[in-house]
Every structure is written in C-alpha cells, then in structure tokens.
Antibody
Framework: QVQLQESGPGLVKPSQTLSLTCTVS??????????WSWIRQPAGKGLEWIGR???????DYNSSLESRVTLSIDTSKNQFSLKLNSVTATDTAVYYC???????????WGQGTQVTVSS | EIVLTQSPGTLSLSPGERATLSCRAS???????IAWYQQKLGQAPRLLVY???GRATGIPDRFTGSVSGTDFTLTITRLEPEDFAVYYC?????????FGGGTKVEIK
C-alpha cells in the first residue's frame, strides 16, 4: 500500500520561501502512470489544488499560484517537493501531498502538515 | 475555472437515516469527471467516489454517486456513526481541478 508523508518547517516568516517534501513509500514513485500533487487547506476552509508533477518532471500549476510555485521530483529518493515563495499569512494552511492517475482524482494522500506564516 | 457549489452546508441527521448531498457545477463537467471525498477532523480527505458513480476501493456500498446534467449527488443510504464528517466534491474535467466548499454531516 502506497503511503505519502509530508515534511518541512512548520513556521515560515513572511516574504520567505515555504519548502516541503513528500516522501513516497510502499512502492516506487515511478511505478505506473501516476502524477503527484500538492493541495492545501486553510483552517476551517476548503481544499485548494496547488500543482502537480509527473515522473519525468512535467508540471501543471494552479494559475492562482503559478507565479510563486515550483514543484520538483527526485525519483532516486522517491520524493517530490514544493517551493512557494514570497509567502504571506494567507498561505497559512495544512499542506497535503497526494497521488493521482491521468485522471485528477486523488486516491492516496499524506496525513498533511501544518505550515504557519508568521514573524 | 469551474466553481462547485455544495448544498446544504450542514446536514443534521440521526444514525440509520439517509443523507443526500448535492454538488452543482458552474459549467458542464463532461463524462462525469467528479469525485467525492470524506474528511474527518484532523485527517486527510479519503476518496469515496470517482467518475461520478464509481466507488473507490474498500468503500462500502451505502455510498452512491449519481449525476444529472451539472448536478451531482452523493447518497449515503443508512448513516453509520463513522459517517459523520465533512464531504467534498471535486471536478477534474479541466485545470485547475477545483473542490466544492463542503457539506458537514452532523449527528442530530
């Protein structure tokens, strides 16, 4: 069974860069025709898709965040990563990593990690 | 982007009752590219339904998805105690994928 685990700082200062990594276990990140996404959820609010990356590194971003987001993948470590620059308090949220096929429904999720933007 | 509107915001029901959750899309979502998720407090969402009516692996058959035009419905035929949670619909017809605002199913 595939498992995903987010990791990274829980506190980021305004204007700095939020960096998170998702480690995939229980199978190779390159197995099957899967894509790997980041999704976030502010406290008490709904879900917002951030972007996705394929195993060959092609990316697709939510246009609302595209200017600040970079996704990358390291298949040797079975990991993919998120960088979000110039963060503000509105970027405070639980960040999830998730897997999907060519159809963008998310069948496996990480447990989520809280990131707070504050000085 | 496609906006999904879920209703009602909160559904107060008793165990054993039937729950009907609605999700309306702002434009056509072809081929039923809608998924439903269940989220409990402090947990990640869990996939219930995809393709509007396909049940995900391990999901009990009391969860049923259906579609009529731009209206999508998740029905829970008989609520079990573990079903009280927040439910989200999601469209994956075009990018960016978007989620509805959620329906909370609470114990009456």
């Amino acid at each position: 069974q595939v498992q995903l685990q987010e990791s990274g700082p829980g506190l980021v200062k305004p204007s700095q860069t939020l960096s998170l990594t998702c480690t995939v276990s229980g199978g190779s990140i390159t197995s099957g025709a899967y894509y790997w996404s980041w999704i976030r959820q502010p406290a008490g609010k709904g879900l917002e898709w951030i972007g996705r990356i394929s195993i060959i590194g092609s990316t697709d971003y939510n246009s609302s965040l595209e200017s600040r987001v970079t996704l990358s993948i390291d298949t040797s470590k079975n990991q993919f990563s998120l960088k979000l620059n110039s963060v503000t308090a509105t970027d405070t949220a639980v960040y999830y990593c998730a897997r999907h096929s060519g159809l963008y429904f998310f069948d496996f999720w990480g447990q989520g990690t809280q990131v707070t933007v504050s000085s | 982007e496609i906006v999904l509107t879920q209703s009602p915001g909160t559904l107060s029901l008793s165990p054993g009752e039937r729950a009907t959750l609605s999700c309306r899309a702002s434009q056509s979502v072809s081929s039923g590219h809608i998924a439903w998720y269940q989220q409990k407090l402090g947990q990640a969402p869990r996939l219930l339904v995809y393709g509007a009516s396909g049940r995900a692996t391990g999901i009990p058959d009391r969860f049923t998805g259906s579609v009529s035009g731009t209206d999508f419905t998740l029905t829970i035929t008989r609520l079990e105690p573990e079903d009280f949670a927040v439910y989200y619909c999601q469209q994956y017809f075009n990018s960016p994928v978007t989620f509805g605002g959620g329906t909370k199913v609470e114990i009456k």
